[in-house]
């Protein structure tokens, strides 16, 4: 079981300022996580596959296809800035 102090040290550490009451609370909450890990650590994983989701999942997301759009036009319209045929935008490399 943590106590005050190690819970105090871990704040320290971190950078955070807790009240004694909240280190008494933590001392206490973090003790019981603790031990949940405890209980977890005596199961016999030894045939089971390291994975880090408890199911398999899918990224569902359509192909990416290369399609040519007919109407240069229409899209150049859009553009805040035009120089003929093509987009202007603004330089953003610096000389230095």
Do not use: C, W
Not at 10 to 15: N, T, W
Not at 67 to 84: C, H, N, S
């Amino acid at each position: 079981m943590l106590d005050r102090d190690q819970v105090h040290k871990v704040a320290h550490l971190a950078r955070l300022e807790l009240a004694a009451e909240e280190e008494e609370k933590f001392a206490t909450q973090l003790s019981s996580i603790l031990d949940y890990f405890e209980q977890l650590s005596e199961l016999d994983t030894n045939n089971v596959e390291p994975t880090t989701r408890a199911i398999d999942l899918d990224n569902v997301t359509r192909s990416d296809l290369l399609q040519p759009f007919g109407d240069r036009e229409t899209i150049l319209q859009g553009a805040p800035e035009r120089d003929d045929d093509f987009f202007r935008v603004p330089k953003i490399i610096n000389a230095d």
